[in-house]
Structure formats: structure tokens, C-alpha cells
């Protein structure tokens, strides 16, 4: 398996530290509002990633924060009049809705910035007896003069780095490119105890201590959206590696921008868009589809046109698998023939295409053409007359191959409009009859079909959704 690390700028032998074991930290979300479909890439490519290094064998201990506290989330909670812990709690709630409709796994652990103040404050400790950070009036800063690597994960030259730094010409700091560690308290925000005075930490010393506390000195992977490796990834680094002393990621990953009808998302543009928004129109899984049809290194572009294809083409598999499953439930059971056995050895050759793929740096793109060069073949070699094994080994092969995207391929069984007015008619009755028990389960039934119920003044009317 080949992985492309920014760090070195070209592929590499993926070979974690320990065998079967893979230390994973992926750069969660600010929660301060809805999941946007940007956010969307990162979620799914690296919960891709994990899926197939569980599907070779390995072990992974996948970790992902939650930043907490945050100037957006202060400024959230002062316009709703309720806490930054409200605020918090509640976009991370709806976080996970969104992430459990696009399949991604839950983490190993979701560590939140708010439980980890006494160890983001112990390494700043580390880094100002080492040597590599600095009080001034209250603000803690790291010196980036003092760790001899700055600046080896963006490749970028000492001038590139100053024009990044976004200097406010209020801070007090020894060099244009050190940034904040802790930064004291203002009125109305929270802070915590600390011994620069009341205050909180800075946005970069959170990932190196949580990365830390859960993965130890040196991680396997370190994963996030490009536009992180500066300067939070990079600012990561000199403070992992000079409270250690010791390498802090061996991998680093970085998915590309996704884009809005080849124009950069902003809500000035006007086509800022929440995943839960097109959920709506199109279904988590036509996202997911959406995203794993690109390389995670390959810009992708987000319009109705596209999002529209990946529905069919998800459709074109389903399909598949479903006449596959109706087959197998109505063939004459009978034994393989030699053919069959035949054709049960050419389709293995699929996921072998489809694992070459994905060990070329996770090209799901490429592990997608081979699923549907399967869909090709069972489509072709399927039939009435199959037997039962040689059917049942198709739909297995597709299965699987799509759960390891994080697909279902299993439909819903569709109500047709007949049976829908029937079971309204059936909830009317009922209702006339007081039996609202009865009413609710016929509710309840229907929207577990995707069907709701809308009680009009003109009557009952539903909706598929």
C-alpha cells in the first residue's frame, strides 16, 4: 500500500510503527453551526481511508476533536443569548446526524477542547522551560525562531510564511510569524485558570495535546483539508515536536478543495450550502457517492448536474444488486455449473482491481470503475436460470465491496401509491374509532417507508421523502 505524505511531497510504503496497528487524528469541526458541504470531503475520504485499513487487517485507533470554544461559538452564544457550552453541545449533536447519515463511523474517541485545559496548559508549561514559548502581558506565544523545521510541511520559504502569519498590529510578539498559545481572558468568554491569569488556549496547541494524550509522541496519521497544512498543521508540529523531541506524524494527508460550480463555496457568492441542505434534495449517500468519485488529491466540483449522476450511478449499483438478490430468491435450486464456477473465478478479478486501486493511495475513484466493471459483468452473466450459489456469490462481491466505501446496497421496499391510500384510509378509521394507538403505529409505519403524512384542512396528503 502506497500513500502520498505531504511531508516528503511524494508517495510512500505505508508502514505504521507498529504491525496491524494504525494511530490515526483527523482534524474535526468548530462547532459553531451546520456541517457545510465542504466539511463534508475530510469526513467522508478519511472515514474511507479507515474503513479499508480495517478491511486489510489493521487495527485503527481513529481520533477526532471537537474545538469547543472558539471565537465563532463565543460570537454564536452572545447573538442567541445562551452559552458557548449550549452553542457547543448543540452543533455537535446535529454534527452527528449529519455524519451518521453519510455513514461515518463514530471516532474512537471525540475529545472536546473544554475537557483537556489542564493538558493544553501542562505542554505550553513544556514549551516555555524548553525554550520554545513565551509570556507577554498575559499571552503566551510560541517562537518560531527556536524550532529549526518551521515551515517543512508547506514548503514555504521564510517571506511566504510572514505574509501568512496575520499579524494583528495590536500583539506584542517577538516575531512576526509566532502565534498564540494562550491568550487572556475578555469580557463575556469563557476562560479557564491558568498561570499566565484567566484566559484560554490558543486554536493549534489543542490537536498537539489531544493527539497526544490518546495516540502517544509520534502518530501514524495526521489527516485534514488542505487548507490546514497552514498554518494549524504546521504550527502543530513545532509545538508536538518540541514538547517531545520526537517526530510527530509519519503520514500526512490532505484532501483538496471542493469547489461550487467551479467557484470557491462563500456565502458572499451565495452558494454556501449545508450538508443537511442537500441531504434534503439528494440523500447522505448521493454525497458520499458524490465525494469518493474524485481522488481525495483531486480538486471536485459541486453542481446539481453532478450531484444528479452520482444518484443515478448509485441507482445503476443498487439495481444491480437488488435483481441479483430477486434471482437468487426465485432460481431453481440447483448446483453450480462449470461456467459458473468460471465466472465466480474472472468476477474475483474486480476486487482484485478494486484493492489495487485503494492501495494507490486510497483512488477511490479508480475502486469505483472496478465496482461498476462487476455491475457490468452480473448484469451480463445473470439470469433466470442461474443457480442460486452463482448468484448469491455476485451479490456478496458487490455487498462487500460497496460496504467497504460505506455504502448500503440493501433498498428500502417502495410503497406504491395504492398502498400508501390504503394505510392512510386504514389511520383514518382509526382515528374515527379513538384508536390512536393504532393511528400512530400506521404513521410511524409509513415514514419508516420514507412516506409523511401532512393532515390538511382538505384532507390527508403525504410525501415521499
Known amino acids: 500500500m502506497r500513500v502520498y505524505n505531504t511531508l516528503s511531497g ?14 490515526m487524528y483527523v482534524c474535526g469541526p468548530t462547532v459553531y453551526n451546520y456541517v457545510h458541504i465542504g466539511n463534508a470531503r475530510p469526513m467522508i475520504v478519511f472515514d474511507t481511508v479507515r474503513r479499508y485499513l480495517e478491511y486489510k487487517g489493521y487495527e485503527v485507533t481513529y481520533v477526532q476533536n471537537f474545538t469547543d470554544v472558539d471565537d465563532k461559538i463565543i460570537a454564536k452564544s452572545n447573538e442567541e443569548g445562551i452559552s458557548a457550552e449550549e452553542v457547543a453541545n448543540r452543533y455537535i449533536k446535529e454534527y452527528f ?46 517562537d518560531t525562531s527556536a524550532f529549526a523545521g518551521y515551515g517543512k510541511l508547506s514548503k514555504k520559504n521564510q517571506e511566504e510564511l510572514e505574509a501568512g502569519a496575520r499579524i494583528a ?11 498564540v498559545l494562550w491568550k487572556p481572558k475578555k469580557p463575556g468568554e469563557p476562560a479557564w485558570d491558568s498561570p499566565w ?12 495535546v489531544m493527539a497526544r494524550k490518546y495516540l502517544g509522541d509520534t502518530i501514524d496519521i495526521h489527516a485534514g483539508g488542505e487548507d490546514l497544512v497552514f498554518p494549524h498543521h504546521e504550527n502543530e508540529i513545532a509545538q508536538s515536536e518540541g514538547a517531545t523531541g520526537k517526530p510527530f506524524a509519519k503520514y500526512w494527508m490532505h484532501n483538496r478543495f471542493l469547489n461550487i460550480n467551479n467557484q470557491k463555496m462563500s456565502k458572499s457568492l451565495g452558494n454556501f450550502f449545508t450538508v443537511r441542505e442537500v441531504a434534503e434534495r439528494y440523500g447522505y449517500d448521493a454525497i458520499r457517492f458524490f465525494m469518493l468519485n474524485a481522488h481525495y488529491r483531486s480538486p471536485v466540483n459541486f453542481s446539481a448536474e453532478l450531484m444528479e449522476a452520482a444518484c443515478s450511478s448509485l441507482e445503476r449499483i443498487r439495481s444491480c444488486y437488488g435483481n441479483l438478490k430477486y434471482l437468487e430468491s426465485t432460481a431453481q435450486n440447483r448446483p453450480l455449473t462449470e461456467q459458473e464456477k468460471q465466472w465466480i473465478t474472472d468476477a474475483a478479478e474486480y476486487q482484485t482491481k478494486f ?30 436460470s442461474s443457480s442460486p450459489e452463482f448468484l448469491a456469490a455476485l451479490a456478496e462481491q458487490l455487498g462487500r465491496l460497496m460496504e467497504m ?45 420514507s412516506i409523511v403524512l401532512e393532515d390538511t384542512r382538505e384532507g390527508v396528503r403525504y410525501k415521499r421523502v
Not at 113 to 132: A, D, H, P, R
Not at 169 to 179: A, G, Q, Y
Not at 200 to 208: A, K, V
Not at 355 to 371: G, Q, S
Request: overall charge negative.
Open 355 to 384: 484493492e489495487a486501486a485503494m492501495d494507490n493511495d486510497f483512488n477511490t475513484a479508480d475502486a469505483l470503475a472496478a465496482i461498476f466493471e462487476l455491475v457490468r459483468f452480473a448484469n451480463t452473466k445473470a439470469e433466470a
Open 97 to 142: 446526524t449529519d455524519a451518521d447519515g453519510l455513514g461515518v463511523k463514530r471516532a474512537t474517541i471525540h475529545p472536546r477542547v473544554t475537557s483537556e485545559i489542564e493538558g493544553i496548559i501542562q505542554m505550553i508549561q513544556q514549551l516555555i522551560e524548553k525554550g520554545f514559548a513565551y509570556e507577554m502581558e498575559g499571552t503566551v506565544f510560541y
Open 197 to 208: 491569569g484567566e484566559g484560554r488556549p490558543g486554536w493549534h496547541i489543542e490537536c498537539s
Open 405 to 449: 466505501l460505506g455504502f448500503t446496497v440493501e433498498v428500502k421496499e417502495e410503497l406504491l401509491d395504492e398502498e400508501i391510500e390504503a394505510l392512510i384510509e386504514q389511520r383514518q378509521q382509526a382515528r374515527r374509532a379513538r384508536n390512536f394507538a393504532l393511528a400512530d403505529e400506521i404513521r410511524d409505519t409509513l415514514k419508516e417507508k
Open 169 to 179: 498590529v495590536d500583539e506584542v510578539k517577538k516575531h512576526p510569524m509566532d502565534f
Open 10 to 23: 511524494q508517495l510512500e510504503d505505508f508502514q505504521p510503527q507498529e504491525e496491524k496497528q494504525v494511530k
